[in-house]
């Protein structure tokens, strides 16, 4: 269950269930309002996670389920995990803000083990990502299709920048690097604070492009490095959010 | 491409290593180590390892960390840690050599000491004196017929060359998520650290494009292994393990139908008491062999024992003649091409030296 955080708002409510081999689970999903304020504050400071502009604005509680075990593409990761529980990160919270000229996400979750390199053959790290359709109707869980893909930002502990990842479907994801794309995390406190941050229009095959004043969705994505989470093994919200940009 | 691999492809290359000539040299080792794995985040990876067995191999308990099928169904697999891997040690060469110190420290590794290696366990074996007993056993990818890398791997980065049944990995989609390494059975398949994508053996594909035999292949100075198409009926290795049924895969229970195939070893029999051989009585335990190859190693070493008497007894054998292989050059036609004679071309990022061996 989701709780909202002071200054969001749950304007949608309906179930979803989510099925995983082995056992099925039925949970509510919350969709809520991500509501980016229109701030004057320069990018610096924005892609601070401990920048002041981020202790007022409004904050969004997600809760995150595992990706379906159905929709992971080999017969081995579906063999394997059908007993082994992925998606351990059980909820986000998350605040939006832009200031006319970049848009920034400000991600912050639990998470007691800092995964933020990988050391030996045997580690991954904690990741985390903003995910957006390209074209309205992009379907979710299969990262898109081919009539309508889906752009993620993918951040990682470990890596200067984040990705800028297009996708036309399972399996299909293209990482890029994007100029306009930044990122910015902190581990303290047994939580990650991360800010993932980039111009509202930039030029790239498959980029989303945002606007101020107009509505659009967003759906994120958690990986624990520790429960040797990557690829489709991640905690992700299984629905689109609604996202607002200030005019 | 035959994208989930789970089929046979058209051609089928293979190997053969005779476990009786095999003398651990590691110059096959050795020849694969100099031409493909020099890189930075390659050096503790060795695609071509040779352990003593018995023995806990390379890495460390391979064999007890899962992956391949049991009845078509994916088993789970896990992924070694650098210290069972072993290998790619710092040694102290900068103070033992240039330092003056040369009379009283010795070298070693640096940093964290080492528990294990790619040949740690060497010349270990087992069983009592006078009965002791070892062989040795090269392994390197198998480019198993049922390859459950490919099948794991979620970007579709790998995938079994219709030609020869190589098994590749399209680097540019490999994400270094190492589905690949837990699924294999064999444990052959490596993190690049630097380049954050796995990597194993391509089987010198550059090389048989040009007739060139794998480089572990030319390099074994024991004549021990052999190379072709499985089902090329006039190569060593169709006669081997098609027709004489005496060359057969390591771990067949693993479900991958593996493609390098191995003869099993005789030593002599054992000795009793009164120092004599017992004839029948095996020196390495049939019932090991079998936990190895599996249920087919009886009768081919029954087929081995028999053409071996009947040469000695004055007969000829075709079995005996290809496993003595008089020709160099016959244990790897048609892919028998000097490499010498050939100019390479390298690739922006590729590897060196591709002309040796």
């Known amino acids: 269950?989701?709780?909202?955080?002071?200054?969001?708002?749950?304007?949608?409510?309906?179930?979803?269930?989510?099925?995983?081999?082995?056992?099925?689970?039925?949970?509510?999903?919350?969709?809520?309002?991500?509501?980016?304020?229109?701030?004057?504050?320069?990018?610096?400071?924005?892609?601070?996670?401990?920048?002041?502009?981020?202790?007022?604005?409004p904050s969004t509680r997600l809760s995150l389920e595992p990706t379906p075990l159905i929709s992971?593409?080999?017969?081995?990761?579906?063999?394997?995990?059908?007993?082994?529980?992925?998606g351990a990160i059980g909820n986000v919270s998350v605040q939006a803000l832009h200031n006319d000229g970049g848009i920034f996400f400000r991600l912050q979750w639990n998470d007691a083990t800092e995964n933020d390199d990988i050391r030996d053959t045997d580690q991954f790290t904690d990741a985390a990502a903003v995910l957006f359709p390209v074209k309205e109707d992009a379907p979710l869980t299969s990262m898109g299709s081919p009539d309508e893909p889906v752009n993620a930002w993918y951040w990682r502990p470990d890596m200067e920048t984040p990705f800028s990842v297009t996708s036309e479907g399972t399996s299909t994801t293209i990482r890029t690097i994007d100029p306009n794309l930044r990122g910015n995390g902190a581990h303290t406190g047994g939580a990650w604070a991360v800010v993932i941050g980039r111009a509202l229009q930039s030029a790239g095959d498959g980029y989303v492009q945002l606007t101020a004043g107009e509505e659009g969705k967003v759906a994120f994505a958690v990986w624990q490095g520790g429960n040797d989470e990557r690829a489709g093994l991640k905690a992700v919200t299984l629905e689109w959010q609604p996202l607002e940009l200030e005019a | 491409m035959n994208a989930k691999g789970n089929a046979?492809?058209?051609?089928?290359?293979a190997m053969v290593f005779d476990l009786n000539k095999c003398m651990g040299c590691q110059t096959c080792s050795v020849a694969c180590k100099t031409l493909w794995t020099r890189a930075e985040g390659q050096e503790y990876q060795w695609w071509c390892t040779v352990n003593t067995l018995p023995?806990?191999?390379?890495?460390?308990?391979?064999?007890?960390?899962?992956?391949?099928?049991?009845?078509?169904?994916?088993?789970?697999?896990?992924?070694?840690?650098?210290?069972?891997?072993?290998?790619?040690?710092?040694?102290?060469y900068d103070e033992v050599l240039h330092s003056g110190k040369g009379q009283s420290v010795h070298l070693q590794v640096v940093g964290e000491q080492p528990e294990w290696g790619p040949n740690w366990d060497e010349d270990q074996g087992a069983g009592e004196y006078p009965n002791s007993y070892f062989f040795y056993l090269p392994r390197l990818c198998n480019h198993c017929t049922k390859p459950a890398c490919v099948e794991a791997c979620p970007r579709g980065a790998m995938s079994k060359r219709e030609e020869d049944g190589i098994v590749l990995r399209d680097e540019s989609r490999c994400r270094g998520y190492q589905f690949c390494l837990e699924a294999c059975p064999y444990k052959k398949i490596y993190f690049n650290f630097a380049r954050e994508v796995s990597e194993h053996c391509i089987l010198c594909y550059p090389r048989l494009e040009q007739n060139v035999a794998p480089s572990c292949v030319r390099g074994c100075p024991g004549r021990a292994v052999w190379f072709g198409l499985l089902d090329d009926e006039t190569s060593p290795v169709h006669k081997l393990v098609k027709k004489?049924?005496?060359?057969?895969?390591?771990?067949?229970?693993?479900?991958t139908e593996p493609n390098v195939f191995y003869i099993p070893p005789i030593l002599p029999a054992r000795l009793n008491e009164a120092n004599d051989f017992e004839e029948g009585q095996p020196r390495v335990p049939t019932e090991y062999l079998e936990s190895l190859f599996g249920p087919r190693v009886r009768p081919a070493l029954e087929t081995?024992?028999?053409?071996?008497?009947?040469?000695?007894?004055?007969g000829k054998?075709?079995?005996?003649?290809?496993?003595?292989?008089?020709?160099?050059?016959d244990m790897f036609k048609p892919f028998d091409q000097d490499p010498g004679e050939i100019e390479w071309s390298r690739t922006p990022g590729g590897q060196p030296g591709q002309g040796a061996g």
């Open chain 2, 55 to 92: 023995g806990r191999g390379h890495p460390r308990d391979w064999e007890s960390m899962g992956g391949g099928y049991a009845d078509d169904v994916p088993q789970a697999g896990r992924r070694p840690a650098r210290q069972e891997w072993g290998g790619g040690w710092d040694f102290n």
């Open chain 1, 72 to 86: 992971q593409p080999s017969a081995y990761v579906q063999a394997k995990w059908e007993t082994i529980d992925y």
């Open chain 2, 244 to 255: 004489w049924e005496v060359a057969l895969p390591l771990h067949p229970e693993y479900g």
């Open chain 2, 8 to 13: 046979a492809t058209q051609k089928q290359a």
């Open chain 2, 304 to 314: 081995l024992s028999r053409e071996m008497e009947s040469t000695r007894s004055g």
């Open chain 1, 1 to 57: 269950m989701q709780a909202v955080e002071p200054g969001g708002v749950s304007p949608y409510r309906f179930l979803l269930v989510a099925a995983r081999l082995g056992s099925v689970r039925r949970r509510s999903q919350d969709v809520d309002m991500i509501k980016a304020q229109r701030v004057e504050a320069a990018d610096s400071a924005l892609i601070d996670p401990a920048g002041s502009e981020w202790r007022s604005a």
């Open chain 2, 317 to 329: 054998s075709e079995l005996m003649d290809t496993l003595i292989a008089y020709w160099w050059k």
